[in-house]
């Protein structure tokens, strides 16, 4: 019923940047918080940034003043910003959405995008 598909990760050196995508189709009535997880080899999922539908925001600490997030509720999108990056960012990068579904079957759904891999090379 909805679907979000991630990308725009890539291969880039430290120091560089990359501009995750992810956009939400489907039966969707509103959209309420958008994030950013990532997941690196042998570690658990993380959080890496989340913003609200009003436009609040949250990073963890190793991206702040690095990455920026932010969404175009027209689209059903959000992005994800990364500049200055590290190796240690490297990771499988996963959008997540809370998806309120349209009438009359409405429903709250948690919806992930299939992931996009980011490698930062030293």
């Known amino acids: 019923q909805v679907q979000l598909v991630d990308s725009g990760g890539g291969l880039v050196q430290a120091g560089g940047s990359l501009r995750l995508s992810c956009a939400a189709s489907?039966?969707?009535?509103?959209?309420?918080?958008m994030g950013w997880y990532r997941q690196a080899p042998g570690k658990q999922r993380e959080l890496v940034a989340a913003?609200?539908?009003?436009?609040?925001?949250n990073y963890a600490d190793s991206v702040k003043g690095r990455f920026t997030i932010s969404r175009d509720n027209a689209k059903n999108t959000v992005y994800l910003q990364m500049n200055s990056l590290k190796p240690e960012d490297t990771a499988v990068y996963y959008c997540?959405?809370?998806?309120?579904?349209?009438?009359?079957?409405?429903?709250?759904?948690?919806?992930w995008g299939q992931g996009t891999l980011v490698t930062v090379s030293s």
């Open positions: 997540n959405a809370g998806v309120v579904t349209t009438p009359p079957f409405t429903r709250y759904l948690e919806v």
């Open positions: 489907g039966s969707i009535f509103n959209i309420n918080a």
């Open positions: 913003i609200t539908n009003g436009g609040s925001t």
